[in-house]
């Protein structure tokens, strides 16, 4: 069974002061219901759609100063209690879904990167699939089914990937993984090489942070040294499975889905516009 490890122990400087105290992970989100509109954290949004797709088992990798999304993440039977006198099903829906679920916590002593942060969960995951997503970006699908989360983990049952991304066009390409992309068949391609923020990108296609592993992944984590930023970059050691002959595919997401971002002041002000419309 696929298990879920959502990371969330950057540092968010790019979104001070907001994030002094306050995980960027943790900033809302507005989405609309049938007669009004719900704020939700962006991780609980992510948690949410995942819990959804039947995953029950997750790890959090979090940074020591980020206790509020513990907390978050942990029933309080008296607030619930309070809550339920006041018949707030949209809380309470939550609390429930976290009853059903197996939730994990790691620490990331230091921001070295999302590799180490994906690093952390090599014990958690042990010798089964995962899904690997940042708690800074989530896909909405805009009301369809077919969400690209669903393909994906589909796609991890079924497939001898040791690797499965997700990608979509971006305006900017150096701010993103760029991978190089051999169409193989309507909506799959193969993964022939990965770069990390290039300076001349070969492509504007650019990686979302949700990836769908096998443990492989760990061994060649162990491997890389820091790169881009002087971190352990996530997409170097993808790399390493992609020259060892491992089978790297990558998907793109649907036309009709939109990828919302907190990492930035500009790409939270789009993501905003976007959902609250």
Known sequence: MIKAVLTAAGMGTRMLPMTKETPKE???IFLKTKNNYVILPMLQLIYEQLYDLKIR????????????????FTSNVNFQNFLAQKNNSLINKFCKKLENSNLGWVNQSKPYGFGDAVRQSEKFVGKDNFLVHGGDVAILSNGKKNHSLKTLIKL???????????????SDPKRHGVPTLEKISKERYLVK???????????????????????????????????KGNEYQLTDAIQKLVDDNERVIAIPIKPYETAIDVGTISSYKAGLKTTFC
């Open 57 to 72: 088992n997750y790890c959090f990798v979090v940074g020591r100063e980020k206790r509020t999304i513990k907390n978050h």
């Open 193 to 227: 090489n990965v770069i990390e923020k290039p300076s001349k990108p070969k492509s504007n296609f650019g990686l979302l942070p949700i990836y769908l592993f096998t443990p492989r992944i760990f061994e060649k984590l162990k491997q890389i040294v820091p790169g």
């Open 156 to 170: 991890g049952n079924n497939s001898t990937a040791s690797a499965i991304l997700l990608f979509r066009k971006v």
């Open 26 to 28: 943790m900033l809302p």
